[in-house]
Structures are given as C-alpha cells and as structure tokens.
C-alpha cells in the first residue's frame, strides 16, 4: 500500500540552526509531492510543492526541498530557523493511478528555543 | 478572497446526536475533500468528491456520510457520533486531485 513516512515525530532546535526533516514515500510511479505547514491554532497552508523539472524547490518563508526519485525522498529544509517556524510540518504525495488520492504523513512537530 | 469556510468551528455533543459540520468553497473547486486530523496519525481522509454527485470513499470513512449537491457545499455528516469521532476536522478543496489542497480553518469535535 502507498504510504508516507516521517521519521521525526518532534524536532528541538534552538534558533538559528539548520533544519532538516525527513519524508520518504512508497510508490514507484509518478508522484505530486507537498509541504504543508500548520502554525498553532491554524489550519493547513502549502509550504511548498515539486511536479515536475528542478528537483530543488524553493517554498515561502525561505524553506526549500529536494526531491530525490531514487531515494523516495522529499525532505524539508531551511538553512536558519527562527521561533515563529515553530508549527507542524507534515509531507504529503498524489499519485496518477487509476485510483489517485493524496496521502499525508503523520507530520513533525517543530519547536524552536528562543 | 478565496477561502474554504467550515462551520461550526467548535462543537460538543453527546453520543448518539445527530450532527452536520458544513463546508464551503468559493473557488469553484471540483475536488474536495473531508479529514480528521489525530495526534500522531496526521491527517486521514474521509471521504472525497470529485464534482457534484460523486463522492467516495477515504481511509476512514466508517460513521460518516457526506453529499455534494452544488459545487461549492460538501457537508460532513454524523449521523450517531460516538467518543472515537472526537478529533479536528478539515474540508478542503482543489482545482485537480493531485494539485495544491486548500484547507479550511477546522472543525474541534468532542462527542461525549
């Protein structure tokens, strides 16, 4: 069955540092591939988003993420974290088969130390 | 402005009431969609509609029912909420299945 994973279930960082967060998927077809943001006490907004050319993607906020087809990988970055990116990050893929839907990891939760 | 819009925002019931959370979208969206949003299991699908009058089935669709009689309405219907249905509910809706969601601002449901 497709799926997706995400790895970090709570990430710690003080500001400042370097963030990754990794999103693996299972399928071997062509694939649509999302960040989506959820800040306290919001709703969902697209961070980023990859479809097709430039495997680096750059999103809102300075986030970028790489696509990596051989690794089944999509992970989340941002060179600098600051306290408001504290939120909860979750990685989601669409699939074109014959019964297409959007699956959506279990999603990281970020906080930053001031 | 464009916007997905969910009502009521918070809602506490009682086992066995009958309930409708409604959503609505005024993009002219074709696809949209009903989850549940559950600390750690992320966001699960409930059912989906691809235009008015179709609708099928998500990951968990069990308790539930949903309609699509005009394009911009998808409500989400408990017909006997039970304790296990307490969680956070999102409607979104998309111009293409496999495109950008855009999600509404959530539904806090506690079934007692």
């Known amino acids: 069955a497709q799926s997706v994973s995400q790895h970090n279930h709570h990430v710690i960082l003080s500001e400042a540092a370097s963030l990754e967060l990794g999103c693996n998927y299972s399928?071997?077809?062509?694939?649509?591939l999302f960040w989506y943001v959820q800040y306290p006490g919001q709703h969902l907004q697209l961070l980023l988003k990859?479809?097709?050319?430039?495997?680096l993607v750059k999103g809102i906020k300075g986030f970028e993420a790489e696509f990596i087809k051989s690794k089944f990988s999509f992970n989340l970055r941002k060179p600098s974290v600051q306290w408001s990116d504290t939120a909860e990050y979750f990685c989601?893929?669409?699939?074109?088969?014959?019964?297409?839907?959007?699956?959506f990891g279990s999603g990281t939760r970020l906080s930053i130390r001031p | 402005e464009a916007q997905v819009t969910q009502n009521p925002r918070y809602l506490i019931t009682v086992t066995g009431k009958k309930l409708t959370v409604t959503c609505s979208q005024n993009?002219?969206?074709?696809?949209m969609s009903w989850y549940r949003q559950d600390p750690g299991l992320g966001l699960r699908q409930i059912y989906y509609s691809m235009n008015v009058e179709v609708t099928d089935k998500g990951d968990v669709p069990e308790g539930y029912k949903v309609s699509r009689k005009e394009k911009r309405n998808f409500p989400l219907i408990l017909e006997s909420p039970s304790p296990n249905q307490t969680s956070l509910y999102f409607c979104?809706?998309?111009?293409?299945?496999?495109?950008?969601?855009?999600f509404g601002p959530g539904t806090r449901l506690t079934v007692l």
């Open positions: 399928y071997g077809g062509t694939v649509n």
């Open positions: 993009m002219n969206h074709e696809y």
């Open positions: 990859y479809f097709s050319g430039d495997p």
């Open positions: 979104a809706s998309t111009p293409g299945y496999t495109d950008t969601q855009y």
């Open positions: 989601a893929v669409t699939t074109y088969s014959s019964a297409s839907k959007i699956i």
